[in-house]
């Protein structure tokens, strides 16, 4: 029998060794949940784009935890912004044992996945959701990366009061759990400044024809018009008050704050007309902002819409609470999440103890050729 050579004995081992390294790799699983169909789906696109360029960085630096190689891996799923496929998507999550859950976009669908998620034991963090009745469950699961409606509402309420100087403002929402939930604040918050609220008026989150409501508000000829929803509908809303001769500032919150609003409302009716609110930085301010922008860009042939910032840090509070726990476990990582300090894109992560982003920031926007522009 032929000896075999030291190269070729050293080549087995180590081909052996790679094999056993290989093996042991463990595959860690982050949900993520948005509308990827629907009206919606342009947020939730941009929201799963985030998540996903935070996957493939935490991939690319070859992490280790508990002593073995970790392979991160995105199990996306289609909410369409309705609140029963929601709970369906959480609980494929659920039975596919996820290790985290980045999700869903909206309150509406948030609000009632998070009892699944928290029934599990498996962390989940929202990019987006914004309604407070999210963090007042009392589920320690539940964790925002994002301001919430109290700020969002009341921000742009006050800024109706004090340097538009408006005197009369209507209110209309779209009937959902985020939509409602902002307009119920703002109002309240105008009140407070001492604005008249001449009209208070609901549609829903599918709608397009707006022409009623808007002739009901006309006579009263508000200074603002303050809509709780999403930009599917505040587009068509503003084609439709400058067919009417409606002169009135359109006003919302994150919902409507995006690039797309300018296609679907028109760039001819889209501009310093329109002011927004979003529960964060903006983007050129934001610590990894301008960096991320440009890689996204790169990644993804398009711009971002608001939140793929704040999903892709989502992913990465989850993948550094694995970190620190060195653990891939939820109900051992889920400890070191609570307590987090993460320089991420958007900023400093930190939460409260019922799950809101510490020291959260909102910035107001409205839209100047096309594009959205910080007003503060």
Avoid: W
Wanted: aromatic residues 6%; proline residues 4%; charged residues 20%.
């Amino acid at each position: 029998m032929k000896k075999l050579s030291l190269s070729v004995v050293a080549t087995s081992m180590t081909l052996a060794f790679a094999a056993s390294a290989y093996a042991q790799e463990v595959v860690v699983k982050i949900g993520h949940v948005a509308p990827i169909s629907g009206a919606q789906s342009h947020y939730g696109k941009d929201n799963e784009n985030g998540a996903r360029l935070a996957i493939n960085d935490l991939n690319a630096r070859k992490i280790t935890i508990g002593g073995k190689p970790v392979k991160f891996e995105l199990v996306p799923e289609d909410d369409a912004a309705d609140p029963k496929q929601g709970t369906q998507a959480a609980q494929k999550l659920v039975d596919a044992k996820v290790n985290g859950v980045v999700g869903h976009l909206n309150s509406g669908t948030t609000i009632p996945a998070s009892r699944i998620y928290h029934d599990a034991g498996i962390p989940q963090i929202t990019p987006s959701a914004t309604n407070p009745k999210y963090a007042q469950q009392g589920f320690k699961s539940a964790f925002r990366i994002i301001a919430n409606d109290n700020a969002l509402g009341a921000a742009t309420a006050i800024y109706a009061a004090k340097t538009l100087k408006a005197k009369k403002v209507a209110v209309i929402d779209d009937r959902t759990a985020y939509g409602q939930g902002l307009a119920d604040i703002f109002e309240r918050t105008a009140k407070a400044q001492g604005m008249q609220v001449i009209g208070r008026q609901f549609t829903n989150d599918k709608a397009t024809d707006f022409q009623a409501i808007l002739t009901a508000i006309k006579a009263a000829k508000p200074d603002v018009v303050f809509y709780g929803g999403m930009d599917s509908q505040a587009g068509p809303m503003l084609r439709q008050m400058k067919q009417l001769g409606i002169n009135a500032k359109m006003m919302g919150g994150d919902g409507i704050c995006t690039e797309e609003l300018v296609k679907l409302g028109g760039a001819e009716n889209v501009g310093s007309n329109v002011i927004c609110a979003v529960g964060g930085s903006d983007l050129a301010k934001m610590p990894g902002g301008p960096d991320f922008q440009k890689r996204f860009k790169e990644a993804y042939k398009m711009d971002i819409q608001v939140y793929a910032p704040y999903a892709y840090d989502a992913v990465m509070a989850l993948a550094t609470a694995m970190q620190k726990a060195n653990s891939t476990d939820p109900k051992k990582y889920l400890a070191e999440l609570a307590k987090l300090d993460m320089k991420g894109v958007t900023g400093r992560v930190q939460f409260e103890s019922n799950g809101e982003l510490k020291n959260a920031a909102v910035t107001l926007f409205t839209y100047k050729d096309g594009k959205k522009v910080a007003l503060n």
